[in-house]
Structure formats: structure tokens, C-alpha cells
């Protein structure tokens, strides 16, 4: 089972992740293998050319708040930088998908910021979007992202809407209490999930 998690910036996506991998699913983090991507030398190379040496921080590696500035303006930009990472992460998360079935791991969660940006919805057997009212979720990214509200703002409105993305959702894992909470409400979710799909297995 492919597992695809969208929500709101700072609704606990990774968290609700982190709950699915304490019930043996694989978890592919596709923020953190952009950010690996972004600093192998093919690719660190290429962005110095398109964006100049401006880019790196001071021990060479690409500074991701200054990609975010350019990317973010540009939407331009971000399509030429989302043409050549995307296609690379593809490649690793097929792979990935392959080695959890042959693990025989409960399922492989996919959580990405543009999940439906990207068409990965389409790969996924079951979305999931994760609640959390808008203030919860400002109040988590300006205490662990160090971000403003008008930072939270435009990071979402560079993504598809809530609405959207809880209308193509098949259930929804509200983010609101305590961690043991989050944990109990993924853990029903999931089982019944892995429920549904043995129905439809034996029924085919």
C-alpha cells in the first residue's frame, strides 16, 4: 500500500509519517532527498550556473533559503529547478517502492510538500490529509521553522488549496492533541486501511 499524506504547511504531515513507520510502513522523505540532491556535484554545478556561486554557503553546499527566495518568486524558476530534481527523485522512489514490497514492509508512505503538484497522487493507493487548524499550525512553524505568518502565507499559496486536497483524500487524520493522540488516531486509520485492502483482495 502506497500511502500519500497532503495537509496544510505545518498540519504534522511528518509527524502522521513517523506514526506509519512505527507500524512498519517505509517512509520517503522527499524534502529531505531534495535537499541531498540539491548538493551532489552534477546538480549543486548546474544551479551555480543557472543562479551564480551566490548560492553557497559558506562551505560550499547550496544554501536552500536562498533557492527558496529565487524559487518562490519565479514560478519560472521553480518549474526549471522542479524539472530537473523531480525526475531524479522518481527514480529513487520507484526503487524504494520496489524494496519495501520485497521487505514485506506494511506499506510505503510518500510525504512530500507538493504531493499534488508533483502527480504523485497518481501513485499513491490511499491519500490521507492531515488537520490542523491554521493557528496550531502557525504557532508550529514560527517554534520549530522560525518562520512569520506571512511566511506560512506564501509558502501556501504556492501550494493547491485545502479544499482540494481534502475533497481527492480518502480519510483524514486530525492533528490537534498529543502525540500518544496522534499515534492512536494513525493507528486506526491504518488498520483500517490495511482492512479495506485484504477485502478487496479477497473479493478479487
Partial sequence: MVIGLVGGVGAGKSAVAACLARLGCVVIDSDKRAKQKLNEPTVRDELVRWWGAGILDSKGDVDRSKIAQIVFHSPAERQRLEGMIHPLLASERAQTIRQAADSGAS??????????????????????????????????????????????????????????????????????????????????????????????????
Fill in 107 to 204: 506499506g510505503v508512505v510518500i510525504d512530500a510538500p507538493l504531493l499534488l503538484e508533483a502527480g504523485l497522487a497518481d501513485q499513491c493507493d490511499v491519500v490521507l490529509f492531515v488537520e490542523s487548524p491554521r493557528e496550531t499550525r502557525l504557532q508550529r512553524v514560527i517554534k520549530n521553522r522560525g518562520w512569520d505568518e506571512q511566511e506560512l502565507d506564501r509558502r501556501e499559496k504556492s501550494q493547491e488549496g485545502l479544499e482540494k486536497k481534502r475533497r481527492i483524500a480518502h480519510d483524514v487524520i486530525v492533528n490537534t492533541g498529543s502525540a500518544d493522540d496522534l499515534f492512536c488516531e494513525v493507528s486506526s486509520v491504518f488498520r483500517g486501511l490495511q482492512r479495506k485492502a485484504s477485502q478487496r483482495s479477497i473479493e478479487s
